[in-house]
């Protein structure tokens, strides 16, 4: 295998998929390389995924590698880092694992066939209870410290949005989440609820056709395009009052609101649209299981188990409800419909008195028609 192309280079997936044209060669360094990742690769259409490190460590059995080897992608695993050193649209040649800049090798790595990857995936599945009794441990850990999130709530500030007797839906770019958007479409359609996006949620809703309303997270994920929509801006900070996204909402010139609290900014969605009185939370895309959280690399989920353990009464989490029903149209259904259409058709044809004319002319015209071949 011998192939040839342009390369975009980032160390941080998510950050290279919103720049990467179609065909190029993705350059990353992205350990356990998770779904939502490889699914952006996949929509970017790339042509291979270089990356620095391992695709599989064999923490876990993360998806991102046997989604990406599926869709046709080439991998080329653990190239090592001196891949990195590459630059945006650098032109370089790859040969059976063999990195080229101008005929000179700058990394070695190893392209990484379906069979291997499923026998990777099925070895991690041997670390992967040790992953998640320490993944409890950490939790447990965590909601000590974190108990202030039930016990007092988050800071409550003044926004323009008004949440009191309406729904809430908080999009999150997670798993699934374009079809189970795609699933309650007619839900946010008639209920209308407020719409929250979670940092590339925004966008989310954006390429749904919807505006959200606000716009909450570290702002690390979302695009320019979203933070100009109108919608209000929520930079979530750290409880030390540390406010990563909070320079670039800055240097774009808009206005927001800065919340201090532990967790996630999900979290912090829902813990806000709870404390400004909405009825229900709807969410879609959302973290909530061990292998959510590994993919993101946290440690421990105390955070989202405290909120879920506050809001559960109002919360409805939609992951996954695009499979619950898909509906087909059977033949027996087109009948039904086509027998609907012609019954008041032939209520008309009978009581019309045009109709009755119409119907004496065509019955000449066959008599006539039958006369002459007699």
Not at 300 to 329: C, E, P, Q, W
């Amino acid at each position: 295998m011998r192939m040839r192309g342009t390369v975009k280079v980032d160390s941080r997936t998510k950050n290279l998929v919103k720049r990467i044209k179609p065909n190029e060669i993705a350059v990353i360094d992205h350990e356990d390389i998770d779904e939502v990742s490889a699914r952006s690769l996949i929509s970017a259409r790339v042509k291979m995924v270089i990356n620095a490190s391992r695709s599989i460590s064999g923490r876990y059995p993360n998806p991102g590698p046997l989604a990406l080897v599926k869709a046709g992608i080439i991998l080329i695993d653990n190239a090592g880092k001196d891949i990195m050193s590459l630059k945006d649209n650098q032109e370089i040649t790859v040969q059976e694992g063999t990195i080229f800049l101008k005929d000179v090798k700058i990394g070695q790595g190893k392209v990484l066939e379906e069979d291997e990857i499923r026998h990777l995936m099925k070895e991690s599945e041997k670390n992967y209870a040790v992953e998640v009794q320490k993944f409890i441990y950490n939790t447990l850990d965590y909601a000590e410290k974190e108990i202030d999130i039930i016990v007092k709530g988050i800071e409550n500030p003044d926004l323009n949005t008004n949440f009191e007797g309406r729904h809430s839906l908080i999009v999150v770019r997670g798993h699934d989440y374009k079809e189970d958007l795609s699933a309650i479409r007619s839900y946010i359609e008639e209920v209308k609820p407020v719409l929250i996006g979670v940092d590339g949620g925004a966008d989310a809703l954006l390429e749904a056709g919807y505006k959200p309303d606000i716009i909450c997270g570290d702002m690390d994920s979302v695009t320019d395009r979203a933070l100009k929509c109108g919608a209000e801006l929520v930079v979530h900070a750290y409880p030390d009052g540390r406010a990563p996204g909070l320079e670039r909402v800055k240097n774009l010139g808009m206005e927001c609101t800065v919340v201090r609290a532990p967790g996630t900014s999900e979290d912090v969605a829902m813990l806000l649209a709870y404390q400004k009185g909405t009825q229900l939370i709807v969410a879609v895309g959302t973290h909530s299981n061990v292998i959510d959280f590994l993919e993101k690399g946290r440690k421990g989920m105390a955070s989202t188990f405290l909120v879920r353990t506050k809001i559960g009464s109002i919360l409805v989490d939609a992951k996954g409800v695009n499979k619950l029903y898909k509906s087909s149209l059977r033949l027996k259904h087109v009948v039904g419909i086509v027998l609907a259409a012609l019954i008041p058709l032939i209520v008309i044809f009978i009581v019309s008195p045009s109709s009755h004319q119409l119907a004496r002319l065509l019955v000449l015209r066959i008599k006539l028609m039958l006369s002459i071949f007699s």
